[in-house]
């Protein structure tokens, strides 16, 4: 029997969630509340105005989600109550470490460390008062840091597989949920039929083969989403300009130290966002750090000036999209062209993968099917390259883009264009 639900949540995407006590004690922790404070798609709102929905309510879903294939896996006697608990938390907890803008927040740590939010996430669950929550209730905070990042080895392979991965419970959530809240329509598939088909086959997450289809959809939503909201050009623009902005004030707020996990509990979007937009000092870094988060917040916007599909399989054009010194040598180079000052130009390239990667952050190569019924039941490896509408998307989307400032459009553009005819991109 599982735990006794002591509270609801009314949720626009999942209906009720139904609350644990140890749940309802974490979502009233200050770090998970905290997520109501940060968007979900960082600055999408101003091009979509319903995407206002944050972390928070990701996080309740994402929990939700968790529970409904712990209880599929369960009839197979595959997850006992104490696991599906464990599994249900580690959902809750997955993005308690997102910065400001959610992975915005992350461009910014790139230049200063190696740290992911995932590894805050698993510092607040160890030493903050998350930590004491669980231990109240009879949990490790140990083992459920790992495992709120898909990173448990003491666990079965399909515990970390439900928390991130191509079956996750985080994917299942955040497509219908971004779909919901930006109006796009590409988000909305037949994710409880994919959950019902959810079975373990050598200790990983396997999906019954007529349920491929579904999740075939599931894919290809996520690359729909990918082009229509995640990677928009609009969009892009406006997350540029945060990211800027916050390189360029990074010492001035010191936005990117982490020693006091009290401090970074009130990084939020709009106490960023003010920090920025009422900065102090005459170096040119900082009043450009504020025009920025001005420009941001009155949806003065950055220009997509230039926009082409490349393929990054080239090893030269590769590069371009894998080193972030090399977009800025190109950055210059455009910018030396244009006559423009470099911190006017921005090259903008995607770098999440076309479909997600797995649990141990690899390709997803390919899926397990289960295929059969009684004695005649068996598993499958189904590369995702031998799925024909998956396979056709699978690696990243090849597009670069050149923004800059409207005053500055026709230069950069005349010069963009000119730098990449050059022999280095042909």
Not at 151 to 168: Q, R, V, Y
Not at 352 to 371: D, F, G, N
């Amino acid at each position: 029997m599982s735990p006794r639900p002591v509270a609801e949540i009314r949720d626009p995407v999942h209906g009720y969630v139904r609350l644990t006590e140890v749940e309802r004690d974490l979502i009233d922790s200050p770090f998970v509340q905290r997520l109501r404070r940060i968007h979900q798609l960082a600055g999408s709102y101003l091009v979509y105005p319903g995407a206002v929905h944050t972390r928070f309510e990701h996080v309740v879903g994402a929990m939700h989600v968790a529970g409904q294939i712990a209880e599929q896996l369960s009839k197979e006697s595959m997850m006992n109550e104490e696991q599906s608990q464990e599994i249900r938390i580690a959902a809750l907890l997955h993005d308690v470490g997102h910065g400001p803008f959610s992975h915005m927040f992350e461009e910014v740590l790139a230049g200063k460390s190696d740290i992911s939010h995932e590894e805050i996430s698993q510092r607040i669950v160890r030493e903050t008062s998350v930590k004491d929550v669980l231990t109240k209730n009879g949990y490790s905070a140990k083992k459920l840091s790992s495992l709120a990042v898909g990173k448990l080895d003491t666990c079965p392979p399909f515990m970390n597989e439900i928390i991130a991965g191509g079956l996750s419970a985080d994917m299942m959530d955040y497509l219908p949920r971004d779909s919901y809240f930006t109006g796009v329509e590409y988000g909305k598939v037949d994710v409880q039929r994919v959950i019902d088909s959810l079975q373990v086959s050598q200790g990983h997450l396997a999906l019954d083969d007529a349920a491929l289809y579904a999740f075939e959809a599931l894919l290809l939503a996520r690359y729909e989403m990918f082009k229509a909201v995640y990677f928009h050009r609009t969009v892009r623009a406006a997350e540029l300009m945060l990211v800027h902005a916050m390189k360029l004030a990074d010492d001035a707020l010191a936005l990117s130290d982490l020693s006091d996990l009290d401090s970074y509990l009130e990084l939020t979007d709009e106490v960023v966002l003010y920090r920025l937009a009422t900065l102090k000092g005459s170096a040119p870094s900082l009043r450009k750090a504020k025009d920025l988060a001005l420009d941001f917040r009155e949806r003065r916007l950055v220009k997509c000036v230039f926009e082409k599909m490349m393929q990054r399989k080239d090893p030269v054009v590769g590069k371009l999209f894998a080193d972030e010194a090399t977009r800025k040598d190109v950055t210059a180079e455009i910018a030396k062209a244009a006559k423009v000052d470099a911190v006017h130009v921005y090259i903008d390239v995607p770098t999440t993968p076309s479909v997600p990667r797995t649990y141990s952050r690899e390709s997803l190569t390919e899926v397990r099917l289960i295929k059969g019924h009684g004695s005649r039941k068996g598993v499958e490896s189904v590369p995702i390259d031998e799925l024909p509408l998956v396979g056709s998307i699978a690696g990243f989307m090849d597009v670069l883009r050149v923004y800059t400032t409207p005053k500055n459009r026709a230069s950069v553009e005349r010069a963009a264009t000119q730098v990449f005819k050059g022999k280095r991109f042909a």
